[in-house]
């Protein structure tokens, strides 16, 4: 009789250890994407090296907000991961490739947020030939900057594609969920095809919105379903 009340004791432990670490890892989903829902709404367009040094400081807080995010959202995926990881080790592969793609986030926001308007700052009396190269390294930095987004876009787009499938057969996730996150990738895949520029921000901030849209529903049902 105590060797099995002990048993249920460990049981009881466990389970309450799993729905923990399952609120912690929605809370932190929907946090995360409240800040990189912030960073894309405060994000300011770019241009010359005047306007550069003029949007500086919002640069450098939207830029922070978005490096701010991914310790929350790669916690978040990889509680989606692990309370999906039932029905098939493939969601490993989705937070690997989710983790690939907020390193590109990082260096994006590093790059484009901070590097380049320090660099503004400090380069903007520059005439000549030193303003000439001031330029090329500031289109250098866009042109990485570009690039970092693509990896971005591919590589979460693989990651809701495997947690999407994993969703239309499961009994945690609604379906209609799961078939919006194929939606979405479909929409990203056809947008390619016709050469949509998803790196411009205005299409960045289409993508990221609509992301934020699913990846929203996905915490809050996580986050409902376990009584935030």
Known sequence: ?????????LLTQSSFMEKSFQRSAAICLLLGMILMVATMVLHPS?????HIVKISSMAMVSHSLAILSIPFLFFGFYG?????L???????????????????VMLAGSINGI????????H??????NLEMVKR??????MLNKTMDYIFIGGFSLAQFIWSLHMIHTFFFPRWMGWLGVLLVLLVLVASLLQFNMVGL??????VLGTATWLLCVGGWMGWKIRI
């Open 1 to 9: 009789m105590v060797e099995q009340s002990g048993i249920d004791l």
């Open 46 to 50: 770019g241009g010359s090296i005047e």
């Open 80 to 84: 989606l991961s692990v309370l999906l």
């Open 86 to 104: 039932n029905k098939s080790q493939w969601t490993m592969l989705a937070l690997s490739s989710a983790g690939f793609a907020l390193v590109a």
């Open 115 to 122: 590097v380049l308007p320090m660099y503004a700052l400090r």
């Open 124 to 129: 903007a009396d520059e005439t000549g030939s």
């Open 137 to 142: 390294v500031v289109n250098y930095g866009f």
């Open 202 to 207: 205005p299409g960045f901030r289409i993508y």
